[in-house]
Every structure is written in structure tokens, then in C-alpha cells.
């Protein structure tokens, strides 16, 4: 599969990340990135949300499940022949994610929750030969997904797709966007890993501006647990569903 299909998996973003000569983009954004070398840097993706999910009205009309999961185990993806010849590029991972609950399901949804599903994840930016020299990378304002720590996401099930020349992209769950992966260490809602680095609820509560008008359901719910989750779902207002397209790429399989 080209490298292009393997990182539109990622997180639920629309998105082809190209690394060149110390400047990656993703999407139509740029990323931020460390320049010293150690090993606390991290490259920071910014890239366009695959579907709406900022709000808890967004996540009832276009997630099938929302599930709390705990990354058990993870392999890397090893970059491209192209990218070792060059000396620089990506190395993703393959994360396999437990579902430890299932919070909210779509009425009538067709396919149940799973038990344990596997993520594209991001995982390095390398330099150097044998991709000796790494630097993590993570999507913007979105968490890394690392093991130790728990998250909630808003998954959808995407059947499989197809593009000319390539193999096929087998059928997956996919999350919706930026805000639809969610930390959730403790069960408390915005604690934990957050771009690669912890992250504490009490501390985005003690800075957040509470008069902000374009609040995310994230930051509405930072500090407070699945209850108060549960009870947001199933009060949100559904939305008129708009139809988005598939890559331009890709096509249903026959």
C-alpha cells in the first residue's frame, strides 16, 4: 500500500504527510518540530479533520460507538524503501487498542463494538542511516496513543476501500477527527497523554477560559468522568447528517 493510504488512516484525518529536508506538511498545515535532537522533542502534525466532531452532537450523528480503550501492544511500520534511500521520513505504528467499555451506540448502528481493534498511530520522524535518528511525532491537540494511559474515541466503521495501482485498504474503525480521541487516565475526562506528554485535568481547567463561545465537547467535559459523558450523548441534539465523499483516490471496493 502507498504511504499515502497508510497515513490517511490516521485518527480519522483526510491527510498525506510528506517529510522533506526538515519541513513536513500534513494536509494543507505545517508542523512544529524540535530542533536539538533530544530525545523530549516531538514533530507536531496539523492536518484536516476526517468528519465534524467537535461537539457531543457531532459524535452522535457520525460516530457508530464511543469506547473507552487502552493500547495493549504495538508494532512499527517500517517507512518506505524510498524514505531509507533518501535518509528521512516516517515510521508509523501499529497500535492494538483493548476496548475496556462501550459508553454509547448508535441506535439501530450495524455492526457492534469491538472487542479490540487495531490504529494507525503516528509514531517517528528519522534522519540519519537505518533510521538511527528519531524524533516522535504526534497530531495536533490530539493524543499519541501510548501505552500506560487510557483514552475515549468516537469510532467509525469505514468499509473497505480501494484505489487504482494499490491494494486494497482493508475494512477498519476509524475515529472522526482531532477531537474525537480523548485522554481519559482514571476515568477522568482530559487526563493524561496529550501530544506525547502528559497532560492534567486540573491543570487545562485552572487555564481553560470558561468564556470561551466555540468550547469543544473535550474542554465541556475536562475533569468530569463517563457519567457526565453519558449524559451529554444522550441529551445532544442529533444532527441532519451531511454526506462527505471518499478520497478522490479511493473507491468502494467490488
Given at each position: 500500500?502507498?504511504?499515502?493510504l497508510r497515513i490517511a488512516a490516521l485518527a480519522g484525518a483526510v491527510a498525506t504527510v510528506v517529510v522533506a529536508t526538515g519541513l513536513t506538511t500534513h494536509d494543507s498545515g505545517t508542523?512544529?518540530?524540535?530542533?536539538?535532537g533530544k530525545s523530549n522533542?516531538?514533530?507536531i502534525a496539523n492536518g484536516s479533520d476526517r468528519l465534524p466532531n467537535t461537539t457531543a452532537s457531532d459524535w452522535i450523528t457520525y460516530a457508530d460507538h464511543v469506547v473507552a480503550v487502552t493500547p495493549v501492544a504495538e508494532s512499527e511500520i517500517p517507512p518506505t524503501p524510498e524514505e531509507v534511500e533518501r535518509g528521512e521520513g516516517m515510521i508509523l505504528r501499529n497500535v492494538e487498542l483493548r476496548v475496556d467499555d462501550i459508553l454509547w451506540s448508535k441506535p439501530g448502528v450495524d455492526r457492534p463494538a469491538p472487542t479490540s481493534f487495531n490504529w494507525v498511530a503516528y509514531g517517528w520522524t528519522f534522519s540519519g542511516p537505518e533510521t538511527s535518528q528519531r524524533v516522535k511525532m504526534a497530531g495536533e491537540d490530539e493524543p499519541r496513543l501510548e501505552s500506560g494511559h487510557s483514552y475515549l474515541m468516537a469510532i467509525e466503521?469505514?468499509?473497505?476501500?480501494?484505489?487504482?495501482?494499490?491494494?486494497?485498504?482493508?475494512?477498519?474503525?476509524?475515529?472522526?477527527g482531532e477531537d474525537s480521541t480523548v485522554?481519559?487516565?482514571g476515568q477522568v475526562i482530559g487526563e493524561g497523554e496529550m501530544e506525547g506528554k502528559p497532560q492534567s485535568a486540573a491543570k487545562v481547567l485552572a487555564t481553560r477560559d470558561i468564556d470561551e463561545p466555540d468550547m469543544s465537547l473535550e474542554d465541556e467535559m475536562t475533569g468530569q468522568d463517563a457519567a457526565a459523558l453519558d449524559k451529554a450523548l444522550d441529551t445532544a441534539p442529533p444532527q441532519t447528517e451531511e454526506q462527505f465523499g471518499p478520497d478522490p483516490a479511493e473507491t468502494a471496493c467490488k
Open positions: 500500500m502507498k504511504r499515502t508542523v512544529r518540530a524540535g530542533t536539538s522533542d516531538i514533530v466503521w469505514q468499509e473497505p476501500r480501494c484505489s487504482p495501482g494499490d491494494e486494497p485498504v482493508p475494512g477498519q474503525w476509524r475515529g472522526l485522554p481519559f487516565d
